[in-house]
């Protein structure tokens, strides 16, 4: 019985043993896979927070037009589909999972098509379409698939999670009622049994310690999120106020150069007016040649304002037929001024007829982004050559090029270079190699967009350590290019080009034209040219004063007023007059129209400052020629 009894007991032993050992190898591995469900779920939940996040960065980017919200979006999109990446790695072992991870990968990168649409109308300043895309896309299928598809999987992760729970529980109540079995068999049992319970406890508290920890850890990596935050938030503030640093050093070199040619061309000016002073009365014609000097640096330094200008503004695209060759050419002078002396710019013509239909201050921001990106890359020491020349392509030969004659402007570089990879990016929104702070990841892509209006391509060969040279490809036109007039004139706002070679007409018969300046010397200079050309003028030098004129001298044909006025701008008065005198022409000068929208002139003639005299001449002739109610037309009606 002894020997009966010690085998029992270490029968028994043996069970309890084996056991022990099946119920610690079976809560480890609840414990493992309680554990991975509750990383799914959470990464799920995280990634759902993830898109939102990034969806709201898109809309309140359409909605500001902040590049920085832009950049928010895109950084953040990316962030949701390495999330996406980390769901599936941890889900390969379940077929069920990895196929709505699949699913779930689908409908992000359907998504991710649908918001860079938007987020692209929105760069290039189209934020109406953006808009509504923006609004569209929150009804999309594709975002009703991405959160049924989380909710699908973190339900079927819920689902393991509990069939898990409840196998690990009944293990533990399995174990429990062999441990009160064996436990009648004597005291070893009961030993066993003891040695058990502490081993369930001591593995219970470890649980609870676990589960502390785990919610530590997550409260702590909470934390961590605000503060990288925090500190994005401030790196963003710090980046936008070097890149406008950057900027103001940029336009200060420019203008530095432009300061240096504008001041020349005043000395010729002055010379020529101070010469022609001492030179008026002994001798006529050499006072005639020193005037003719003079105006010929005035028209250089108004051509020399109105390129700074026309780089300074963003307006709508005006085609008109171009020589690119020639737009080179003119281009050289700006090319050297910003790009630096360090720098060797060779420019070269390879074809006789490179006429092409486009905005040139569009074409020629693009032929300046080029050349600074070129000059980046050679890290401002190196040579720059820009060729233009012709090519004959084939249907999508290029990009997605008609069949037929292209002209062809190449920038090319001696600098770094770029890697394949790197060079089929370079078109996408937001995407840049330059140092943080250095660039905005958009002039590329504005770029592309203004060769895609144009129908043509953009194409770009580049070796690492070899240079590279982007090739614009743009149709040819047979259009003949107009000569340019004079630099000093205009044409009027909403008018045909021929209307500003309309020949003078015919003496005026003392006609009445009231002259609104805020400027008391432009508005004398303005009085002795009209007066010059037989006109009858009436000087205001306030706008408020305007109706108060009008009202006293009823035969007034046609109003001359500044824009830019510092109590009422000119659109604003004409607004408000125009209602009550619709029988009077209107003629707009300016010298600068950046600050108002051009809508507002309401369709009304405009002349650039400064304007000689045959300009003026022409611009009140015009402007007296438009349609409109005669005075006995609108006293008959009465």
Request: aromatic content about 4%; glycine content about 8%; proline content about 4%.
């Amino acid at each position: 019985m002894l020997v009966a009894m010690a085998l029992l007991g270490a029968a028994v032993l043996v069970a309890l043993i084996v056991t022990l050992g099946n119920a610690n190898r079976q809560r480890d591995r609840a414990l493992e896979l309680q554990a991975h469900s509750y990383d799914v779920m959470i990464l799920a939940r995280t990634l759902s927070g993830t898109i939102a996040q990034s969806e709201a960065s898109l809309g309140r980017y359409v909605i500001s037009g902040d590049k920085q919200l832009g950049q928010l979006y895109f950084d953040e999109w990316l962030l949701a589909g390495t999330q996406i990446d980390r769901l599936d790695r941890i889900t390969n072992d379940n077929p069920e999972q990895q196929s709505r991870v699949d699913r779930l990968r689908a409908a992000y990168d359907s998504r991710g098509q649908e918001l860079s649409m938007t987020a692209l109308n929105t760069s290039y300043g189209k934020n109406g379409q953006a808009l509504a895309r923006y609004y569209q896309s929150r009804k999309s299928p594709t975002l009703a698939e991405i959160n049924t598809t989380l909710d699908t999987l973190i339900a079927g992760e819920r689902g393991l999670l509990d069939d898990r729970t409840a196998a690990a529980m009944g293990s533990v109540e399995r174990s429990s009622w062999v441990a009160g079995v064996l436990a009648v068999f004597g005291v070893l049992i009961v030993l066993g049994a003891i040695m058990l319970g502490w081993l369930t406890i001591r593995a219970v508290g470890e649980r609870a310690t676990a589960l502390a920890d785990a919610e530590l850890e997550r409260e702590r990596a909470d934390e961590l999120t605000a503060a990288v935050a925090v500190a994005t938030a401030e790196l963003r503030m710090q980046e936008a106020k070097l890149r406008q640093v950057q900027k103001m050093e940029a336009v200060g070199q420019l203008t530095g150069g432009i300061a240096h040619d504008f001041n020349n061309m005043l000395a010729v000016v002055l010379g020529g007016l101070e010469l022609a002073r001492r030179n008026l009365a002994s001798d006529p014609a050499t006072t005639r040649r020193h005037i003719d000097s003079a105006t010929e640096g005035a028209n250089r330094a108004a051509a020399l304002t109105r390129r700074l200008l026309a780089f300074s503004r963003e307006d709508a695209l005006k085609p008109e037929t171009i020589d690119a060759a020639a737009l080179v050419a003119e281009m050289s002078d700006l090319l050297d001024r910003t790009l630096g002396d360090a720098i060797t710019l060779v420019t070269r013509s390879e074809a006789t007829d490179c006429c092409i239909r486009g905005d040139r201050v569009q074409l020629e921001n693009a032929v300046l982004n080029l050349a600074v990106n070129a000059r980046d890359a050679m890290n401002g020491r190196g040579t720059l050559t820009i060729v233009t020349g012709s090519a004959m392509l084939e249907a999508q030969q290029i990009g997605e090029c008609a069949a037929g004659e292209h002209v062809t402007i190449t920038v090319a570089d001696d600098g770094c270079g770029m890697t394949p990879d790197v060079a089929d990016r370079v078109f996408e929104p937001f995407f840049t190699t330059k140092a943080v702070g250095k660039g905005t990841g958009l002039g590329l892509s504005q770029i592309f967009a203004l060769v895609q209006q144009l129908h043509g391509a953009v194409a770009i060969a580049s070796e690492p350590g070899e240079g590279t040279a982007v090739t614009l490809y743009l149709p040819r036109t047979a259009d003949v290019v107009a000569l340019p007039g004079s630099p000093l004139e205009l044409l009027p706002a909403g008018t045909a080009t021929a209307a500003a070679a309309t020949a003078p007409p015919a003496p005026p018969t003392q006609r009445e034209i009231l002259v609104v300046e805020d400027d008391p010397r432009v508005l004398a200079a303005t009085i002795d040219a009209l007066e010059e050309l037989g006109y009858r003028a009436i000087p205001c030098d306030d706008p408020l004063a305007a109706p108060a004129l009008l009202a006293a001298n009823g035969a007034i044909d046609l109003i001359i007023s500044d824009v830019l006025m510092p109590r009422q701008t000119g659109p604003e008065m004409i607004a408000a007059l125009s209602p009550l005198y619709p029988h009077i022409a209107v003629l707009f000068v300016t010298g600068f129209a950046g600050e108002v929208n051009v809508a507002q002139f309401g369709g009304h003639d405009v002349l650039r400052k400064p304007f000689t005299l045959t300009g003026l001449e022409r611009a009140v002739a015009t402007a007296m020629a438009s349609d409109r109610p005669s005075a006995s037309d609108l006293i008959a009606a009465e």
